[in-house]
């Protein structure tokens, strides 16, 4: 009997060693690191405080920055034509103080665009405008009411959003959750996949019932409905 209950709970911990691990719910249905899925470069080192200083940095100018638009009551344009004409004129008293003195300036990297670069930007924006563009094609001429009815609860949403907050706000609020969530995910992933599992069954059961009941009864398009009466 105990050697039958041991190769049960053999075959038991072989069949669990064989499940796929696509069955562990993990956050955005991603298959690799957190860090490979933020591009593997240095604004993932950034994000997930690799560079902690940079980091941190970031936050400290963000919070500042935020602070003199909302506080100050400055407008944007001032205050970037303040910031760029204090940088442009210390440079140049810098440079002029440096051949007076006959010392040699540090060389600065050059900055430069590659084609390649471009060219990839250039592709990955015009895929994403045009789908944008065939979303909004077909929202004008009636051709989808479930899309339709989707946009048109986001962008309600985003105006109450946005009637609480003002842009600089939903800013800097975006950069601080984009600096730290990251980190915080990275150092507790697991325990975070776990509970967003349980919400993510949660929700799903929620949905399915709200699609079935509701959604699924908006018909696709209001000029067919109209033809059919």
Not at 62 to 73: D, H, M, Q
Request: net charge positive.
């Amino acid at each position: 009997m105990e050697n039958s209950g041991d190769s049960c709970d053999r075959e038991g911990a072989a069949a669990a060693s064989q499940a796929p691990e696509s069955a562990e719910y993990r956050l955005f249905g991603r298959q690799s690191t957190i860090h490979q899925c933020m591009g593997g470069g240095f604004a993932a080192d950034v994000l997930l405080w690799k560079q902690w200083r940079l980091s941190l940095g970031t936050i400290v100018i963000a919070t500042v920055a935020w602070i003199t638009f909302e506080r100050s009551g400055l407008s944007f344009l001032s205050v970037c034509s303040d910031i760029l004409l204090i940088l442009i004129v210390l440079l140049f008293i810098r440079a002029n103080y440096a051949v007076i003195r006959n010392k040699q300036l540090p060389e600065l990297p050059e900055l430069v665009l590659s084609e390649e670069m471009v060219n990839n930007a250039a592709a990955s924006f015009r895929v994403k405008i045009n789908s944008l563009l065939l979303m909004a094609h077909d929202i004008t001429f009636g051709k989808d009411f479930r899309l339709f009815f989707k946009v048109v609860v986001s962008l309600w949403l985003l105006s109450v959003i946005g009637s609480f907050f003002s842009f600089f706000t939903l800013a800097y609020i975006g950069t601080i959750i984009s600096i730290t969530l990251p980190a915080v995910y990275n150092r507790h992933e697991a325990r975070v996949d776990r509970c967003f599992g349980v919400l993510h069954k949660t929700f799903s059961r929620h949905y399915k019932i709200v699609d079935e009941n509701f959604i699924n009864r908006l018909p696709r398009s209001l000029s067919s409905k109209e033809k059919n009466m």
